[in-house]
Nanobody, 123 residues
Framework: QVQLVESGGGLVQAGGSLRLSCAAS????????MGWFRQGPGKEREFVAT????????YYADSVKGRFTISRDNTKNTLYLQMNSLKPEDTAVYYC????????????????WGQGTQVTVSS
């Protein structure tokens, strides 16, 4: 079992930055690939970024590539999402998720989910 708790969301002006964190419980965090997803108002949950167990491989949605950076610290059981140059269309609830296997862009692949943290970008 893995429990995930996101933090770091908030209200920011367009062009600003936020860093999300996802704290994982359990001793097997490093066994899991991790992902960030988001769900905006009236929208489907969409892929943002994913990272393999060691952090050596990362993948991004085209909409965030060059602006967002996913990373992890296995010594702290924590996943991060650094978000720069934020846009109003980045407004969403952001979720972290864990998958026992390789990184994936597909939400249905993931085994565990956090409760989400709200990010609001004002214009």
């Amino acid at each position: 079992q893995v429990q995930l708790v996101e933090s770091g969301g908030g209200l920011v002006q367009a062009g600003g930055s936020l860093r999300l964190s996802c704290a994982a419980s359990g001793r097997t965090f490093s066994s899991y690939a991790m992902g960030w997803f988001r769900q905006g108002p009236g929208k489907e949950r969409e892929f943002v970024a994913t990272i393999n167990w060691s952090g050596s491989r990362t993948y991004y949605a085209d909409s965030v590539k060059g602006r967002f950076t996913i990373s992890r610290d296995n010594t702290k059981n924590t996943l991060y999402l650094q978000m720069n140059s934020l846009k109003p269309e980045d407004t969403a609830v952001y979720y972290c998720a864990a998958v026992l296997g390789g990184p994936s862009r597909t939400p249905d692949s993931y085994d565990y989910w956090g409760q989400g943290t709200q990010v609001t970008v004002s214009s």
